[in-house]
């Protein structure tokens, strides 16, 4: 194999990369002083950066290197692919094999009925796609009228205008006028910050109800769709109350409104099966889907939609469309991606064997003085740090500061992992083994009794206002 090997000094290279190179998501300043984490090559589960630690990587990227590093099967397709045929649209009446492959597959893979794919590069372009598709659907039926798209504050659906208006991030909306016009959002399902006195079970159905008293408020006649992640993934891995999809299950089936479940992250077996939306029991008209689908090998996202919606776009043309719509390397990707995830059976590894390994390592750690709850489905899982479990407090100091020391100490001890707020998060790639789930479960640990410790030493184990 070719490796490119690293001969420069990080240090040149974090300067080289301050200078040219705006980061997403991320304080330029702050970086250019301590310089980005230059990494150099990864193989299965582990990355290893310009200084040669080699780090577990427990969000698998950003989540989605769902069948780990390294796999040159898809190498060779890409190479191949760009051998035979580099790049061709879609646009005006053409159509090469590897799409024709993958949507093929991805309709035999998806729910009973989703049975069409509309290709963007991203999940974010795959959600503004989402946006104009429910309504041009509803204008199609004679009810242009149905505009609205209900969300729900904390989700995350992308980054584009449209990605990050449904998304319900304050922060991303206080920059660039977001959200765009007609989108809502509504409760999200947190129990552990925002179920106040009420038990999960209840709490579940109120945040479901709150969907109802939307689609009151608004009226069913100009609400289009509903769009949710079966489990919020950026938004902290938020698990749902048990009570919670069935009762927004009965809502959507009592209203005339569009459910599109976007399973960027809980798709290709992130949740032990193929999709989210299995898992959690919800019947979806629309699936958005990227990371997993290419295990992050290439940028391909899509939408896959029922018969009865693509019936009814196709019924004209649909002004739509993205140069890189179904290209063809990235398609052919992930069609590899798929056979693998299929013929080495890692779905059903994940649902019959780590899944359920993880899940009982992951909620002893429920124990740890520093946790106040430990959460998990398939292989993503969270844990909220609380000063006092009891009473579901946060910590008295700013939201995050815990958060980010956690993070750091995970980092000394080469395993990453994510920190949303005083939330850490795991999705690790659905390839890691029993052993590495053994180090990883060990280097969170580690990472706790630090992290603890150096808290109660800067003073900060103080909790503020209770949840409850
Ligand atoms: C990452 C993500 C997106 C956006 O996908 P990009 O490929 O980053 O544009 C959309 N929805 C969910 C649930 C995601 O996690």
């Known amino acids: 194999m070719n490796i490119i090997k690293n001969t420069f000094p990080t240090e040149d290279l974090q300067r080289r990369d301050a200078a040219h190179h705006i980061?997403?998501?991320?304080?330029?300043?702050?970086?250019?002083?301590?310089?980005?984490?230059?990494?150099?090559?990864?193989?299965?589960?582990?990355?290893?950066?310009?200084?040669?630690?080699?780090?577990?990587d427990a969000m698998a990227g950003l989540w989605c290197v769902n069948i780990g590093y390294g796999r040159p099967e898809l190498a060779e397709a890409a190479f191949r692919q760009m051998n035979t045929l580099p790049y061709y649209n879609t646009f005006f009446q053409s159509t090469h094999m590897p799409v024709i492959e993958l949507s093929e597959k991805l309709a035999r893979l998806a729910p009973d009925g989703l049975n069409h794919v509309f290709y963007a590069s991203s999940g974010s372009e795959?959600?503004?796609?989402?946006?104009?598709?429910?309504?041009q659907y509803w204008a199609l039926k004679g009810k242009p009228d149905k505009k609205i798209i209900i969300s729900r504050k904390n989700a995350y659906h992308g980054s584009t205008m449209g990605g990050a208006s449904l998304g319900g991030m304050q922060s991303m909306h206080e920059q660039g006028s977001l959200p765009i016009a007609d989108i809502h959002h509504i409760e999200q399902p947190d129990w552990w910050s925002r179920g106040g006195d009420m038990t999960p079970a209840e709490f579940g159905k109120f945040a479901a109800l709150k969907l109802e008293e939307a689609i009151h408020q608004y009226g069913e006649d100009s609400i289009a769709a509903f769009i949710a992640e079966p489990i919020q993934g950026a938004g902290g891995v938020i698990v749902p109350p048990d009570t919670y999809w069935p009762e927004m299950q009965r809502i959507c089936d009592s209203y005339e409104i569009l459910l599109i479940a976007d399973e960027v992250i809980c798709g290709f077996g992130r949740t032990g099966n193929w999709f989210g939306s299995q898992t959690l029991n919800i019947r979806p008209d629309i699936m958005t889907i990227a990371k997993g689908l290419s295990s992050g090998y290439q940028p391909i996202g899509g939408s896959i939609i029922s018969d009865e919606i693509?019936?009814?776009i196709g019924s004209e043309e649909f002004t739509h469309g993205y140069t890189y719509s179904s290209h063809p390397v990235a398609a052919a990707v992930a069609c590899e991606n798929l056979r693998i995830l299929e013929?080495?059976?890692i779905v059903d590894t994940v649902r019959n064997v780590t899944g359920p390994y993880l899940k009982s390592k992951w909620e002893s750690l429920g124990d740890h003085p520093l946790v106040g709850e430990a959460k998990i489905v398939g292989l993503m899982g969270s844990l909220a740090l609380s000063p006092n479990k009891k009473a579901r407090a946060p910590f008295k100091v700013k939201e995050g500061t815990v958060g980010v020391i956690c993070r750091q100490h995970c980092f000394n001890n080469h395993l990453i992992m994510r920190a949303v707020g005083d939330r850490m998060i795991i999705s690790p790639p659905l390839i890691i083994s029993i052993d590495e789930i053994d180090l990883l479960i060990d280097r969170t640990l580690n990472s706790l009794d630090v992290a603890y410790a150096e808290v109660k030493n800067q003073g900060l184990w103080e909790a503020g206002a209770s949840h409850k």
């Not at 002083?33 to 090559?41: E, I, L, M, P, W």
């Not at 795959?126 to 309504?135: K, P, Q």
């Open 310 to 312: 693509a019936q009814v």
């Open 23 to 56: 980061h997403p998501f991320t304080d330029q300043a702050e970086l250019a002083q301590k310089g980005a984490r230059v990494v150099t090559n990864a193989e299965g589960v582990f990355v290893t950066d310009s200084d040669g630690h080699k780090m577990l």
């Open 126 to 135: 795959a959600n503004d796609t989402n946006i104009r598709l429910v309504r």
């Open 343 to 345: 013929e080495e059976a």
